[in-house]
């Protein structure tokens, strides 16, 4: 019991606090140059849509905004019941914007069908609220040398609601993905802003619901690199409530659950890198809900017979017990704050499990403000 206390609460800081620690010592290795001009050709812009007649205007005049030559792109309506089209139809100007009509099927449906249309041999995926800087594109594929299968963009939340938990979430994952990047193993692309080459695209099965992620795992999985590049910016407004937050968290974490089995692959401790990295980075992280649960089971049981283990249950049962505090009477200290979300999202993961074993969460999403 007390060997499964200190390997619970060891595995449920590490990808927190020991991994990151790593990436600062392994971020001290000079980056060797990579082979390759970059990508040469033209270039898709992919965004599926539903009900964004809010945005949609003001993505297609960004998309025009872009230095790159030779974009294309592409809007994929899945079953729009608001003003969406008319917005488009006023907006577009040209055949350079692209929209095809779909009935209601959800995201990763949307995706498979626009891909089978699309030529252009690198394409960039995005969504109806991410606004690019406008090299953001040029950013990309200059980052497309030799090896490279996809290449994720940053992307900045403009803070309006005061939700500094997932700033602050943000800025470590940043870190994370520049250390990554020196070795071609950037886990998970964002969907606000990624590119990656069309001859490695896989059609996804219809129940994926993290299609960013699968794309880019499932290319990183048969060998090519995912690198970062921090100049390639896109922005969206961080103005949704908790509640529409821990939702999207609830989704994400049910399609990592299932990505799990999709990836398999790179569960192989023979896979050297492919498997370090992602064990660090994701599993190991969507793990911590039940370690934490096993931290604290262990933690009563130790108590009952030992008084040092005691003393810990009574900082355990404390530190939860600020957290409830923080959330009921909705602090936004920042040294309450930063636990408080650390419990939120890994609450969110433990409600996505359950959902994505009971079959209970939808693949076909809502849009919110964020």
């Not at 995005?126 to 040398?145: C, G, I, P, Y």
């Not at 030799?146 to 994952?173: A, M």
């Not at 999985?221 to 922005?235: K, L, N, Q, S, T």
């Not at 064990?279 to 370690?291: A, E, I």
């Amino acid at each position: 019991m007390e060997l499964l206390f200190w390997i619970s609460l060891l595995l449920a800081i590490y990808p927190h606090i020991i991994y990151p620690s790593l990436l600062y010592v392994l971020s001290w290795r000079k980056e060797r140059p990579r082979g390759g001009s970059g990508a040469q050709g033209p270039v898709a812009v992919i965004c599926s849509v539903y009900n964004e007649e809010k945005v949609i205007a003001q993505k297609i005049e960004n998309f025009y905004r872009l230095e790159h030559p030779d974009t294309q792109l592409y809007l994929g309506l899945d079953g729009c019941t608001d003003n969406t089209l008319n917005e488009i139809r006023r907006t577009a100007s040209d055949d350079r914007v692209k929209v095809i009509e779909f009935p209601r099927r959800g995201k990763v449906s949307v995706i498979n069908m626009i891909m089978k249309d699309v030529y252009q041999p690198f394409v960039v995926m995005t969504d109806a609220n991410s606004m690019f800087r406008q090299d953001a594109v040029t950013k990309l594929t200059e980052q497309m040398h030799n090896n490279v299968g996809v290449v994720c963009g940053r992307l900045n939340l403009i803070d309006e609601g005061g939700t500094f938990g997932e700033g602050f979430y943000w800025r470590i994952e940043t870190f994370i993905k520049r250390v990554e990047s020196r070795y071609g193993s950037v886990i998970g692309a964002n969907g606000a802003i990624y590119l990656f080459r069309r001859s490695l695209f896989e059609p996804l099965p219809q129940n994926t619901i993290n299609d960013d992620f699968s794309i880019s795992m499932r290319i990183y999985e048969r060998g090519y690199d995912v690198v970062y590049a921090d100049e390639a910016i896109a922005e969206e407004r961080l103005i949704a409530s908790h509640a529409e937050e821990y939702r999207r968290h609830v989704r994400d974490s049910a399609g990592h659950f299932r990505a799990l089995l999709y990836l398999w692959c790179l569960l192989n401790p023979f896979r050297g890198k492919r498997f370090f990295f992602y064990v660090s980075h994701r599993v190991l992280r969507w793990m911590v809900p039940f370690l934490l649960i096993f931290a604290m089971v262990a933690n009563i049981m130790l108590a009952l017979q030992n008084q040092n283990y005691l003393l810990l249950l009574s900082i355990h049962c404390a530190g939860y017990g600020l957290i409830f505090v923080t959330h009921f009477l909705r602090l936004r200290w920042k040294p309450l704050y930063v636990p408080y979300y650390f419990m939120l999202v890994n609450s969110a993961i433990f409600v996505g499990f359950v959902k994505n074993l009971l079959g209970l969460q939808k693949t076909s999403w809502e849009s919110t403000r964020r």
